[in-house]
Protein backbone atom coordinates (compact mmCIF):
# COMPACT_ATOMS: atom_id res chain seq x y z
CA UNK A 1 0.00 0.00 0.00
CA UNK A 2 1.50 3.37 -0.20
CA UNK A 3 0.23 6.72 1.63
CA UNK A 4 -1.10 9.84 -0.54
CA UNK A 5 -2.12 13.08 0.94
CA UNK A 6 -5.11 14.37 -0.28
CA UNK A 7 -6.66 17.87 -1.03
CA UNK A 8 -10.06 18.80 0.23
CA UNK A 9 -10.54 18.53 -3.81
CA UNK A 10 -9.62 14.90 -4.06
CA UNK A 11 -11.49 14.63 -0.28
CA UNK A 12 -14.56 15.46 -1.55
CA UNK A 13 -14.15 13.52 -5.12
CA UNK A 14 -13.06 10.30 -3.17
CA UNK A 15 -15.57 10.83 -0.06
CA UNK A 16 -18.31 8.34 -0.99
CA UNK A 17 -16.11 5.48 -0.92
CA UNK A 18 -14.02 6.52 2.24
CA UNK A 19 -17.92 6.59 3.72
CA UNK A 20 -18.15 3.01 2.60
CA UNK A 21 -14.87 1.99 4.23
CA UNK A 22 -15.53 4.01 7.53
CA UNK A 23 -19.25 1.76 7.65
CA UNK A 24 -17.39 -1.11 7.31
CA UNK A 25 -14.35 -0.91 9.98
CA UNK A 26 -17.27 0.77 12.29
CA UNK A 27 -19.73 -2.33 11.59
CA UNK A 28 -22.40 -0.06 10.44
CA UNK A 29 -24.90 -0.58 7.77
CA UNK A 30 -23.38 0.55 4.29
CA UNK A 31 -26.67 3.22 4.31
CA UNK A 32 -24.72 4.41 7.55
CA UNK A 33 -21.76 5.40 5.67
CA UNK A 34 -23.32 7.03 2.82
CA UNK A 35 -25.61 9.38 4.92
CA UNK A 36 -22.47 10.87 6.70
CA UNK A 37 -20.66 11.42 3.62
CA UNK A 38 -22.81 14.73 3.37
CA UNK A 39 -21.24 16.02 6.83
CA UNK A 40 -17.80 14.62 5.60
CA UNK A 41 -17.85 16.82 2.58
CA UNK A 42 -18.82 19.28 4.60
CA UNK A 43 -15.73 18.93 7.35
CA UNK A 44 -13.59 19.57 3.59
CA UNK A 45 -14.17 23.25 3.90
CA UNK A 46 -13.33 23.68 7.73
CA UNK A 47 -10.14 25.37 8.91
CA UNK A 48 -6.77 23.37 8.54
CA UNK A 49 -8.23 20.18 6.87
CA UNK A 50 -5.87 17.46 6.07
CA UNK A 51 -6.71 13.85 4.89
CA UNK A 52 -4.49 10.82 3.74
CA UNK A 53 -5.15 7.85 1.87
CA UNK A 54 -4.01 4.41 2.14
CA UNK A 55 -3.93 3.01 -1.73
CA UNK A 56 -3.27 -0.48 -3.37
CA UNK A 57 -0.55 -1.33 -4.78
CA UNK A 58 -0.34 -2.96 -8.01
CA UNK A 59 1.22 -6.19 -5.93
CA UNK A 60 -1.37 -5.57 -3.01
CA UNK A 61 -2.37 -9.12 -0.92
CA UNK A 62 -6.12 -9.11 -0.89
CA UNK A 63 -8.99 -8.67 -3.59
CA UNK A 64 -8.04 -4.65 -4.12
CA UNK A 65 -7.03 -3.54 -7.39
CA UNK A 66 -4.32 -0.50 -7.95
CA UNK A 67 -5.52 2.25 -6.29
CA UNK A 68 -8.30 0.80 -4.87
CA UNK A 69 -9.12 2.96 -1.15
CA UNK A 70 -7.94 0.57 1.82
CA UNK A 71 -8.54 3.27 4.61
CA UNK A 72 -8.29 7.14 5.07
CA UNK A 73 -7.79 9.35 7.88
CA UNK A 74 -9.04 13.57 8.01
CA UNK A 75 -9.24 15.89 10.55
CA UNK A 76 -9.19 19.47 11.05
CA UNK A 77 -9.19 22.26 13.53
CA UNK A 78 -11.67 22.12 16.21
CA UNK A 79 -13.26 24.92 17.04
CA UNK A 80 -16.97 25.86 19.05
CA UNK A 81 -19.97 25.60 17.16
CA UNK A 82 -18.62 22.34 15.75
CA UNK A 83 -20.68 19.30 16.77
CA UNK A 84 -18.34 16.95 17.77
CA UNK A 85 -16.27 20.04 19.80
CA UNK A 86 -19.17 21.25 21.59
CA UNK A 87 -20.47 17.43 22.29
CA UNK A 88 -16.53 16.83 23.93
CA UNK A 89 -16.80 20.09 25.98
CA UNK A 90 -20.05 19.61 27.02
CA UNK A 91 -18.11 15.81 28.53
CA UNK A 92 -15.24 17.28 29.51
CA UNK A 93 -14.41 18.98 33.02
CA UNK A 94 -14.32 22.74 32.18
CA UNK A 95 -10.65 22.98 33.46
CA UNK A 96 -9.14 19.95 30.96
CA UNK A 97 -11.41 20.82 27.92
CA UNK A 98 -9.66 24.25 28.32
CA UNK A 99 -6.31 22.62 28.12
CA UNK A 100 -7.05 20.09 25.08
CA UNK A 101 -9.94 21.75 23.07
CA UNK A 102 -7.93 25.03 22.31
CA UNK A 103 -6.57 25.04 19.47
CA UNK A 104 -6.28 21.25 18.88
CA UNK A 105 -7.11 19.11 15.90
CA UNK A 106 -9.63 16.87 15.71
CA UNK A 107 -8.85 13.83 13.97
CA UNK A 108 -12.99 12.77 12.85
CA UNK A 109 -11.87 9.57 11.15
CA UNK A 110 -9.59 7.02 11.04
CA UNK A 111 -10.62 3.63 8.80
CA UNK A 112 -9.33 0.66 7.28
CA UNK A 113 -10.65 -1.96 5.93
CA UNK A 114 -11.37 -4.67 7.83
CA UNK A 115 -9.70 -6.87 5.24
CA UNK A 116 -6.69 -5.17 5.90
CA UNK A 117 -6.30 -4.32 9.75
CA UNK A 118 -3.61 -5.52 11.49
CA UNK A 119 -0.77 -4.89 8.48
CA UNK A 120 -0.11 -1.35 9.42
CA UNK A 121 -2.19 0.98 7.55
CA UNK A 122 -3.56 2.22 10.32
CA UNK A 123 -0.41 3.25 12.10
CA UNK A 124 0.89 4.83 8.67
CA UNK A 125 -2.45 7.04 8.27
CA UNK A 126 -2.45 8.30 11.64
CA UNK A 127 1.71 9.52 11.48
CA UNK A 128 0.88 10.58 7.92
CA UNK A 129 -1.83 12.70 9.02
CA UNK A 130 -0.68 14.75 12.25
CA UNK A 131 3.01 14.93 11.31
CA UNK A 132 3.86 18.71 10.74
CA UNK A 133 0.92 20.00 12.47
CA UNK A 134 1.17 23.05 13.87
CA UNK A 135 -1.13 22.21 16.57
CA UNK A 136 -0.44 21.09 20.29
CA UNK A 137 -2.71 18.04 20.34
CA UNK A 138 -4.98 15.60 18.56
CA UNK A 139 -8.27 14.64 20.23
CA UNK A 140 -10.11 11.74 18.71
CA UNK A 141 -13.39 9.59 20.08
CA UNK A 142 -13.33 5.72 19.47
CA UNK A 143 -15.58 3.03 20.45
CA UNK A 144 -14.77 2.02 23.92
CA UNK A 145 -13.46 -1.83 23.88
CA UNK A 146 -10.49 -3.34 22.98
CA UNK A 147 -9.90 -3.05 19.27
CA UNK A 148 -6.81 -2.41 17.04
CA UNK A 149 -8.06 1.15 16.68
CA UNK A 150 -7.98 1.46 20.80
CA UNK A 151 -4.16 -0.48 20.89
CA UNK A 152 -3.00 1.86 18.10
CA UNK A 153 -3.93 5.04 19.99
CA UNK A 154 -2.50 4.07 22.80
CA UNK A 155 0.50 3.08 21.76
CA UNK A 156 1.18 6.70 19.93
CA UNK A 157 0.49 8.23 23.55
CA UNK A 158 -3.45 8.56 23.80
CA UNK A 159 -4.37 9.40 26.62
CA UNK A 160 -8.30 9.35 28.40
CA UNK A 161 -10.27 12.61 28.47
CA UNK A 162 -13.81 11.04 28.75
CA UNK A 163 -14.81 7.19 28.87
CA UNK A 164 -18.03 5.53 28.15
CA UNK A 165 -19.42 8.81 26.75
CA UNK A 166 -23.01 8.05 24.49
CA UNK A 167 -22.71 10.61 21.43
CA UNK A 168 -26.41 11.45 20.31
CA UNK A 169 -27.39 8.65 17.49
CA UNK A 170 -25.10 5.68 18.57
CA UNK A 171 -25.79 3.83 21.65
CA UNK A 172 -22.30 2.69 22.04
CA UNK A 173 -19.81 3.85 24.42
CA UNK A 174 -17.10 5.75 23.61
CA UNK A 175 -13.81 7.38 24.84
CA UNK A 176 -12.50 10.52 23.96
CA UNK A 177 -8.74 10.38 23.78
CA UNK A 178 -5.80 13.40 23.32
CA UNK A 179 -1.77 12.98 22.74
CA UNK A 180 0.07 15.92 22.89
CA UNK A 181 2.35 16.37 19.25
CA UNK A 182 4.83 15.37 18.04
CA UNK A 183 3.67 11.79 18.46
CA UNK A 184 5.49 8.98 19.54
CA UNK A 185 7.17 6.38 17.03
CA UNK A 186 5.58 3.39 19.22
CA UNK A 187 5.12 1.65 22.39
CA UNK A 188 5.80 -1.44 23.38
Request: neutral net charge; hydrophobic residues 45%.
Amino acid sequence: MRIVHWTPAEARDRMSEAMTVYAEAMGYPPEAGQHRAGFAVAHTRRPAFRAVAALAEPREDGPAAPGDLLGFGYGYATAPGQWWHDQVREALDPAVADEWLRGCFELSELHVRPAYQGRGAGRALLHALVEGLPHQAVLLSTPEGDTRAWRLYRSAGFVDLVRNHLFPGDSRPFAVLGVRLPLVAARA
